[in-house]
């Protein structure tokens, strides 16, 4: 395993996942001990196969899981050095931790705008500051503003990806939890949504925890990775030295030094950390 | 001619009655996606705790608040009891545990305030409106009338509430998607909470209005059956949808009755409302007002 998690040790703790283990419906055991750090102000990546716990690991730092009959049963989840492994999700927006869903889950019968006002539900401000954090939303995502009065429903899957991170914004976090945003949509879509959560991590320091499939983009927007193999961490590393690690490459990136190779010689990563376990 | 718009308005107005009780469900199913089939249960209930408290020599002018705080606990408990534990269930389980609701809202009612038929007396008569039949020849209900009024002024209040307000908007989303809803904040519990809370408060409205008129017995939780063919007509997610779908069928049962009933024995009343919701479903299942049902290709 590398550690060569000089930044991420040095700068402050801002989110940091310590040791956790998720159990379902009291009995399937998904998460087996996952432990990561988002410092400050920095994107971080978390990769890793269908299934591997990533989802999983993002509902259990935004307390989704209770919803579907999920647990935190051991370690700590701490936000600006304070638990909040107890807090219900509404809490947890209040502080600016905001997760976006995997698969958008945009609210298909109210319009665009009436998507994004909702996500400033925990807010309680005036309508003045309302439509200031519209505009706010609209000035990154310009094409919602042409597709405001549309139901989200109708809208393409693009749009409802950017809803779905629009409507995060309205609560002003200052860390969102973005789950496979790359989902379902075309190349050129991906790369434009991946562009603004840089752009919102440059100018605004909102910092990101990325659950991706997508390693490739994930890991050229991303500061740090970490990744994730049946509920555990088995490497982690700066996103550049992830991105050129043979194993990563072989495993993650399909490419490999010796150029093509049949599937049949390769000896399957996962199958050599199973012995570990 | 006269005639027929005295039947005419009389339909209407009496729809404007079924239209009571269905916005109960519209609001339900609105916030949660999920048909209440206790809400004839409630209205049976809010009617029978009226009744009962009447009898402890209880002024209407106490006894309606002491009820509508009896009917907002029960909602509140609902929501704690029956719905926090099924949080992102699929939504036949949510309707199977307001079917079990259904039942124990009306045992409870019973247990509490026995079976036997009362009268409730809320001051309005049933008659017809002197000025009108004097000028016009027409026998329109004051009672009638007063309850369009009432129903008006809910349809209006829960409209607006629901287009403009924070937690209207809230609860539309909580209708679409609770695991989102969660997600951006806002409190499931809180909402579902008044949700149930302001259900309690229509199924007061509805059962003191409908006991008024049929007196207080079981056969108040029927009541909720007619108002399935206006939900179906009006679209369930709809308020204004409630009231019109709720004219509609008062309107063609009354005219139906009086037209067509000769001709077949009579009796049409009772079938006709569910066999235009058959043939609307078989047309526009969403209602006139539904929500469009969205498909992804």
């Given amino acids: ?277 | 001619m006269s005639f027929f718009l005295e039947v005419l308005i009389g339909g209407l107005l009496s729809g404007v009655m079924y239209s009571l009780v269905a916005l109960g469900f519209v609001l339900i199913y609105k916030a949660s996606g999920v048909l209440n089939f206790a809400q004839g249960g409630m209205v049976f209930f809010a009617a029978l705790t009226y009744v009962g408290l009447l009898e402890f020599d209880l002024s209407p002018w106490l006894a309606i608040p002491i009820t509508l705080v009896v009917m907002v606990i029960l909602g509140l408990l609902t929501e704690r009891i029956v719905l926090r534990p099924l949080v992102n269930q699929p939504q036949i389980t949510l309707f199977m545990a307001t079917i079990g609701l259904a039942f124990f809202v009306e045992g409870l009612a019973q247990m509490m305030w026995g079976a036997n038929v009362r009268a409730l007396d809320l001051g309005l008569q049933d008659e017809p409106i002197a000025w009108v039949s004097d000028h016009l020849n027409m026998m329109i209900s004051k009672f009638d009338l007063t309850a369009a009024g009432v129903a008006a002024l809910l349809v209006t209040g829960l409209a607006l509430f629901f287009s403009r307000t924070r937690i209207g908007r809230a609860l539309r989303a909580v209708a679409d998607d609770h695991q989102a809803a969660l997600a951006v904040g806002i409190p499931l519990q809180q909402i579902w909470g008044i949700v149930w809370g302001v259900a309690g408060f229509l199924a007061l409205v509805a059962g003191l209005l409908w006991g008024a008129r049929n007196g207080v017995q079981f056969a108040l939780t029927f009541v909720a059956l007619k108002a399935l063919p206006v939900l179906i007509l009006g679209g369930f997610e709809s308020v204004p949808g409630a009231i019109v779908g709720g004219l509609i069928i008062g309107a063609t049962e009354k005219l139906a009755e009086v037209y067509f009933g000769p001709l077949v024995g009579g009796g049409i009343e009772g079938w006709f409302p569910y066999m235009l919701a058959l043939v609307f479903l078989l047309v526009r299942p969403e209602g006139i007002f539904g929500e469009k049902i969205i498909r992804r290709i």
């Fill in chain 1, 1 to 277: 395993m590398q550690s060569t998690a000089t930044t991420a040790t040095t700068t402050a703790k801002y989110l940091s996942v310590n040791n956790i283990e998720v159990i379902y419906d009291h009995v399937i055991l998904v998460l087996k001990g996952v432990s990561l750090e988002v410092p400050e102000g920095r994107i971080v990546a978390l990769l890793g196969a269908n299934g591997a716990g990533k989802s999983t690991t993002l509902k259990a730092i935004s307390n989704l899981l209770a919803a579907e009959r999920g647990d935190v049963t051991k370690g700590t989840i701490e936000f600006k050095g304070a638990r909040v492994d107890k807090l219900t999700t509404n809490d947890l927006v209040r502080m600016g931790v905001c997760q976006v869903m995997e698969g958008r889950h945009c609210f298909a019968h109210l319009t665009v705008e009436e998507n994004l006002l909702t996500g400033a539900f925990t807010r309680r401000e005036s309508r003045a500051a309302t439509a200031q954090a519209l505009e706010r939303v609209y000035h990154y995502f310009p094409r919602l503003k042409t597709r405001r009065s549309s139901l989200a429903g109708y809208t393409s899957g693009g749009e409802q990806q950017m809803t779905a991170v629009g409507r995060a914004l309205m609560a002003r976090p200052t860390m969102i939890l973005l789950d496979e945003p790359s989902m379902g949509l075309a190349p050129q879509i991906v790369e434009e949504i991946f562009e603004i959560v840089r752009d919102l991590n440059g100018k605004e320091r909102v910092s990101f925890l990325l659950a991706e499939q997508n390693t490739t983009i994930a890991l050229r927007y991303a500061d740090y990775g970490y990744i994730l193999e049946n509920g555990r961490v088995v490497m982690d590393g700066e996103a550049k030295a992830l991105g050129a690690n043979e194993d990563v490459k072989e495993f993650y990136l399909g490419l490999s030094s010796a150029g093509r190779r049949s599937f049949r010689d390769v000896k399957h990563y996962r199958r050599r950390k199973r012995w570990l376990s």
